[in-house]
């Protein structure tokens, strides 16, 4: 058995490390405290997977964070904070990223237009970027294990509305695979792994690792 020849990772309808950017935002400590949309400890998690996955397969990342430099919000969590360090951070106060013009000059200067876009809440800070990217024609994708709202019923609405408007729903683990893809591609298999067990995942590793050793 082999696999078909690589597609080319630019023109590829799925989500590469060539075709798409990734956005983190306002991953901040009153935000992840007032997440009632799913467990905090597992937000965290899963945002600190999607971001070291961006890290191990090359996708520019534009992270943004909102109020620090006015003094009225706090810098993201330590574990958001650590992953990112080596990144620079678009402070802003518009509550929509998108609305600040060091923000969006970045993500446009990634030449990217697939955008998995993870922040909170869902009902603000996802959803406005989402819907003024969206119109702008890019595509958004939303890892929604990764973001959270202010309760489950405002997490729902607001992706509800980011489908009707043409955004795309995707999970922490659907995206470390649409980005591995092969078992084939070894440089990146230990990290994959190490992404899965980290965020939780543990059903048939121990077969993966057996298997490309």
Partial sequence: MSSEPRR????????????????????????????????????INNIVGCTRAAILYGMPIVHTTVNVETGLNQPPVPQVRSVLKDYPTYDRTSINSWEDVGFRQAVEATGRRKLVMAGLWTEACVLFPALDALAA??????????????????????????????????????????????????????????????TGGTAGIQFSYDRVE
């Fill in 8 to 43: 080319d990772p630019q023109a590829d309808h799925l989500l590469t490390a060539q075709n798409a950017a990734f956005l983190v935002i306002d991953y901040q400590p009153p935000q992840v405290n007032s997440i009632a949309s799913m467990d905090r400890q597992l937000l």
């Fill in 137 to 198: 024609g890019y595509e958004v994708y939303i890892p929604i294990d990764a973001i959270g709202g202010t309760s489950e019923l405002a997490h729902e609405a607001a992706l509800r509305r980011i489908e009707q408007a043409g955004g795309k729903l995707i999970s922490t683990v659907q995206l470390f695979c649409e980005l591995q893809r092969d078992w084939s591609r070894s440089e990146t298999v230990p990290g994959f792994l190490d992404l899965f067990i980290q």
